[in-house]
T-cell receptor, first 112, second 112 residues
Framework: QKEVEQDPGPLSVPEGAIVSLNCTYSNSAFQYFMWYRQYSRKGPELLMYTYSSGNKEDGRFTAQVDKSSKYISLFIRDSQPSDSATYLCAMSLDNYGQNFVFGPGTRLSVLP | NAGVTQTPKFQVLKTGQSMTLQCAQDMNHEYMSWYRQDPGMGLRLIHYSVGAGITDQGEVPNGYNVSRSTTEDFPLRLLSAAPSQTSVYFC???????????FGEGSWLTVV
């Protein structure tokens, strides 16, 4: 079993749809959870960051962490064609090491 | 502010050749790292550094060498290229204690 699993997609939705992206993980010690967005032929960039369980909202984006189920989600409301990208989940044990583990990414296409 | 700069963007190597991927950051970040990204595998850590003069191995270090003589620069050397090293390589940096990883734009390497 991989440490972090993520449906690779591709996921195609119409403009304006609500998108749900998910990751599951096996290591219950993870404390920090992140979502990165990666446009084609570009490096990943941090989109959302949460610590421990709970929800965090930033504009059209909401990140949820359920540590009891080892499951994290990213919701995108009113999706736009500019949201078309690959979304990588990432998690780490702490702030100080290099213990970041990345999911393989879900490719999202938002169709106009 | 350039962030993390990688060169070259694209490179084709023959098996057995050596080369260096250059990486520089202008954010005075302590931590720098190299990842490779392969389909379905996520980002995997090759080598990392927590400061000038200090380097350590990541998950997939074999066939690669690094050095960190300055805070700004962190080159990755392929010692004797193999087709299995065909991948996209990302250099990254972050401030110690921070969770935001800043990635370069990537270097596409093909070994034939």
């Amino acid at each position: 079993q991989k440490e972090v699993e993520q449906d690779p997609g591709p996921l195609s939705v119409p403009e304006g749809a609500i998108v749900s992206l998910n990751c599951t993980y096996s290591n219950s010690a993870f404390q920090y959870f992140m979502w990165y967005r990666q446009y084609s032929r570009k490096g990943p960039e941090l989109l959302m960051y949460t610590y421990s369980s709970g929800n965090k909202e930033d504009g059209r984006f909401t990140a949820q962490v359920d540590k009891s189920s080892k499951y994290i989600s990213l919701f995108i409301r009113d999706s736009q064609p500019s949201d078309s990208a690959t979304y990588l989940c990432a998690m780490s044990l702490d702030n100080y090491g290099q213990n970041f583990v990345f999911g393989p990414g879900t490719r999202l296409s938002v169709l106009p | 502010n350039a962030g993390v700069t990688q060169t070259p963007k694209f490179q084709v190597l023959k098996t057995g050749q050596s080369m260096t991927l250059q990486c520089a950051q202008d954010m005075n970040h302590e931590y720098m790292s190299w990842y490779r990204q392969d389909p379905g595998m996520g980002l995997r850590l090759i080598h990392y550094s927590v400061g000038a003069g200090i380097t350590d191995q990541g998950e997939v270090p074999n066939g690669y060498n690094v050095s960190r003589s300055t805070t700004e620069d962190f080159p990755l050397r392929l010692l004797s290229a193999a087709p299995s090293q065909t991948s996209v390589y990302f250099c990254a940096s972050r401030q110690g204690g921070g969770n935001t990883i800043y990635f370069g734009e990537g270097s596409w390497l093909t070994v034939v």
